[in-house]
């Protein structure tokens, strides 16, 4: 291989003899940048016969306490093994012992991400290939649901009631803790979503950030692993319902969250089809789920609309390394989804939801 220069974030030196003391790996290691990841910086670990691990670090520069923690990441996947299809965690290493920031480093899955359309030529070519992906996440997020949170230890106890509360709480604070710019669409979505939150009915493992480019998919469109757990917790499932609705777009929508969602391709399917097998695996009520359905909805493109005002803002102050893309396509993608949050709140379904009595901002 030529050699090549360590991508931003990556001391090459330490990082590389901290990977061999963990991996197997032949001649010259390189670090290559995985395109799409918005959050931690995650690389291939690259040697003479190709991608052997993945390593994952925070961003660069400052972001709030307990944002972007690889190391509650790992611990996350240690304590999924054998309940859940994740990749295993090889090592971790704190900040300071090679390099300026926590490393983790984890198991390389062959299967394929699907987050633009191009991605879906190579493996999944016709319509056939891709009616399993959907099914397959919902009985995936239905597995994961089942999940005792007791196998997270000392961490089973977060959150368990009022998760979507102390969600719009923290996701409002680390947006404005971090923002370069005023959104009132953002505001004006967090106080409308206080005010209706409904009173959460179970507790289980969440991911947090549940949606197609976060399941690595075998060539039959089964979850070969689901990935990207620094946003996990315990508290409502329902929140990874409609996360993984919020992000399946159809051919049909006026507004998506993604600029060009794979999902609209032919042989993907409906959002009420991922529903239904997410109910049937689950052996939830379903009538419950589809009548608090609208709010979840709204509320995860709410946070999305955060999380790209989060991003706009890091790359901004390039915090972000090398991406591909700038940071002006950023900020009108999240403030086209804070106003695509706002216009769900708007929809009958929503507005016929009552205020909480209790309802703290």
Known sequence: MTQQPAPVGIDQGLVTAWVRDHV??????????????????????????GPQAVL??????HHPKGAHDVMREARTLRALRGHLAVPSVLATAEPGEYGD?????????????????????????DETSRARIGPAMAETLASLHSVDPAVLGHESGLSREDHVVRQLRTWHRTWTATQVRESDAIDEGHAWLAAHAPHQRSTAIVHGDFRVDNCLLDRGGEVLGVLDWELST???????VGQMLAYWAQKDDETTILNDPPTVAPGFSSRSQLLDAYVSASGKDADYIRSVLPYYVAFNVWKTACILENVYSRMFRHEMGETDRDPAS????????????????????????????????
């Open 234 to 240: 315990v508290g409502d499932p329902m929140t990874d």
């Open 24 to 49: 197997e790996v032949y001649g010259e290691v390189i670090f290559e940048r995985i395109a799409g990841g918005r959050s931690n910086l995650t690389f291939r670990v690259v040697d003479e016969r």
């Open 330 to 361: 950023f900020g009108a993608q999240a403030h086209s989804v804070a106003a695509y949050a706002l216009d769900l709140m708007r929809v009958d379904e929503c507005r016929g939801l009552r205020p909480r009595l209790d309802a703290r901002r």
């Open 56 to 61: 994952r670090r925070p961003p660069l520069g």
């Open 101 to 125: 920031s926590a490393l983790l480093l984890m198991e390389f899955l062959d299967g394929a991400i699907v987050r633009y359309p191009s991605d879906l030529s190579e493996r999944f070519p």
